[in-house]
């Protein structure tokens, strides 16, 4: 197992290049600049060139790409164009442990829900429950958050007042970096955007644990499992749901990745500080090294959620042997 994750760890090195490569390009290659307007004014010609020269834009793209990657391993991941103040490690610093307290949340309640829910729906196959699952499951998995977020801000912020609109995450206090106190206010912020996020990836969980439990519940293992006398529940539980989670294990690196990195439209409906938002108004901005940094920081995570669900099906499946 050792030699197959340094395998892949080294595998992993000419794939983060690339991918620093091609976000550099394509994001420097979209028209317009960082410097082309003050607010709504356009900005003098010559004030942009000094700006470019003061931040290197005014070199070539390939010494420009240098400079960056060569930076990347001192800690440096570049300035930011509209907030001289700040660079992009204190933009990543500040909104990165808002993302990951969004994305574990939202993870939690995804396999809180679907899983058991994904359960019951086999357990209780083509039968009302079953029909209900599956046909709740299929309508939150289509819609959208940029749909679901907006209704729950409407009917619980608006009209009942429950929870506030937005604004988790402005000024947050951590512990140790990443955990916030758990207070009622916390969690009343982060109710709406948690739900609006989860709720789809418990709906594709509860679909991939029902299919899973279905085919296994039909294995012979489990008929002699149940022709030894041994009770439903240990059957299930023991037997079965261990080796019908498989499929679910598969989705879990991307979708791990993608909930921590922050949801680009969850965050920037409910105006959370955290990474996703900041990438799109980065796009508007033309902050290049910003936008470069995000992107490599998500290839890492990713690469990083593969690898541990690599790991995860050595110890569902023991058949599974990479050595």
Do not use: C
């Not at 989860?198 to 969980?205: D, E, F, P």
């Amino acid at each position: 197992m050792l030699r197959y994750i340094i395998r892949r760890l080294l595998y992993a090195i000419p794939v983060i290049f690339l991918v620093i490569l091609a976000t550099f390009v394509l994001v420097q290659s979209m028209p317009g600049g960082p410097f082309d307007t003050i607010g709504q004014r356009a900005m003098p010609e010559q004030m942009i060139r000094i700006l470019e020269r003061r931040f290197g834009l005014d070199q070539p793209l390939y010494v420009q790409f240098y400079r960056y990657l060569t930076n990347i391993f001192k800690g440096d991941f570049g300035p930011m164009f509209r907030q001289p103040a700040q660079d992009v490690r204190d933009i990543i610093g500040q909104t990165f442990p808002v993302s990951v307290q969004l994305g574990l949340m939202s993870l939690i309640v995804a396999f809180s829900l679907g899983i058991p829910i994904g359960v019951i729906a086999a357990l209780n196959h083509n039968s009302i429950i079953d029909y209900t699952v599956t046909f709740t499951a299929v309508l939150f998995i289509s819609i959208p958050a940029l749909v679901l977020g907006p209704i729950l801000i409407y009917v619980f912020a608006v009209n009942l007042g429950w929870f506030p609109i937005a604004f988790w995450g402005a000024n947050p206090p951590f512990f140790l970096g990443f955990l916030p106190p758990l207070t009622k206010d916390f969690f009343a912020h982060a109710a709406l955007p948690v739900f609006s996020l989860g709720t789809g990836g418990a709906a594709g969980i509860a679909r991939l644990t029902r299919a899973g439990l279905l085919e296994v519940l039909s294995s012979d293992y489990i008929r002699t499992a149940r022709a030894k006398g041994l009770r439903e529940r240990t059957v299930i539980v023991v037997h079965a749901l261990k080796n019908s989670l498989i499929p679910v294990v598969t989705v879990l690196g991307p979708y791990l990745a993608g909930v921590i990195t922050g949801s680009f439209i969850t965050e920037t409906i409910f105006a959370i500080n955290g990474m996703g938002r900041r990438f799109v108004n980065s796009i508007g901005q033309r902050e290049y090294f910003l936008q470069t940094s995000l992107v490599l920081l998500y290839g890492l995570l990713l690469i990083a959620a593969n690898l541990m669900v690599d790991i995860m099906y050595a110890w569902f499946d023991p058949r599974i042997r990479y050595d």
